[in-house]
C-alpha cells in the first residue's frame, strides 16, 4: 500500500505543472530603446497652449447669424439676396438711338445719340416726325399739350 500511496502521490504532482512566473525584466533589443521616441521629452508642444475660444464660421452662418439676430441691420447693403438697394451714382452709359452701340456725340437739332459720321448723316436725313419716334423709344420725348 505504501508503494500505490507513493506512485499517486508522485503522479498527481506531475499531471499539474507549476506555473513559472515571467520576469519582471524583459531583455530588450538596445537597437530598438535608441530608435523609441515615446520617453523622450517633445519640445515642439507648448505645454501652455489653450485652443482659440473663437471658431472659424463660413459664409452660410454668418448670413443665416445676421438674418436672424438684426433684421434692420441689412436695411440699405446691396447683397444678392436684396434687390431694393439705393440707385448708382455713376453714369449710365449713353447708346447710339439708330445702332444700338455707344454714343459718342448728340445731335444738338434733334436730341438724338449717334455714334459715328455715318450714322449723323442718316439722323439728318430722317423725315419730319422720324426723330420723335427714336427720342420716344428711348423714352426721352418731349410730349407738350
Known amino acids: 500500500m505504501t508503494s500505490r500511496q507513493t506512485t499517486t502521490s508522485t503522479s498527481t ?4 505543472k507549476p506555473k513559472v512566473a515571467p520576469t519582471s525584466n524583459p531583455t530588450t533589443n538596445p537597437l530598438l530603446e535608441s530608435l523609441d521616441i515615446s520617453p523622450h521629452p517633445r519640445p515642439f508642444k507648448n505645454p ?4 482659440p475660444l473663437r471658431r472659424n ?9 445676421n438674418n436672424n ?4 441691420r ?16 455713376r453714369r449710365g452709359n449713353k ?7 455707344p454714343a ?7 436730341k438724338l445719340r449717334y455714334r459715328d459720321g455715318e450714322v449723323y448723316k442718316a439722323v439728318r436725313s430722317l ?10 423709344v428711348r423714352g426721352a420725348n418731349v410730349v407738350l399739350k
Open 57 to 65: 464660421k463660413n459664409l452660410k452662418q454668418i448670413l443665416s447669424d
Open 48 to 51: 501652455n497652449y489653450k485652443p
Open 127 to 136: 423725315p419730319a416726325g422720324g426723330a420723335e419716334k427714336y427720342l420716344e
Open 13 to 16: 504532482p506531475s499531471s499539474k
Open 69 to 72: 439676430t438684426d433684421p434692420n
Open 104 to 110: 459718342k456725340y448728340t445731335d444738338p437739332k434733334t
Open 74 to 89: 441689412m436695411q440699405m447693403q446691396t447683397t444678392y439676396q436684396n434687390i431694393e438697394s439705393a440707385p448708382s451714382f
Open 95 to 101: 447708346w447710339c438711338d439708330v445702332t444700338g452701340l
